[in-house]
């Protein structure tokens, strides 16, 4: 599939597919006779792969060192685990931080509807 076909089944802009291949995050991507890029469906995993580790806050430079290792194969495995095993940990800390905040945003939501009830209620009586 050519990149204006990739971008819209992955989501990503055709100008960033580019960038990312000329960056190395989409090595070795097929060319056609004409020198026309040719991504194939495992190419969409890969940038599925890569947005879910983006959208999850791991740094592209990060990315990028994880891909090299991807490239190296098999002998990277237990790097690239520990590598995922850290960026799941940072998530977990994150989502935990997360939550918190959004508890107190939830009793602060619960202070005001009480405010405004007990104000209405006032009104309502006069």
């Known amino acids: 599939m050519n990149v204006q076909e990739f971008a819209s089944r992955t989501g990503i802009s055709p100008h960033t597919v580019r960038y990312y291949e000329k960056i190395g995050l989409l090595p070795d991507v097929r060319r056609t006779a004409s020198g026309h890029r040719d991504f194939s469906d495992s190419d969409i995993l890969w940038m599925a792969f890569i947005t879910r580790l983006k959208n999850t806050g791991m740094p592209l430079a990060d990315i990028l060192a994880y891909a090299t290792l991807r490239s190296q194969g098999a002998t990277t495995l237990s790097a690239r685990q520990q590598m995922l095993d850290v960026h799941a940990q940072r998530l977990a800390s994150q ?15 619960r202070w005001y509807h009480n405010e405004i009830a007990a104000i209405t209620k006032i009104s309502k009586k006069k």
């Open 95 to 109: 989502i935990q931080i997360q939550q918190e905040h959004y508890a107190q945003l939830q009793e602060k939501i």
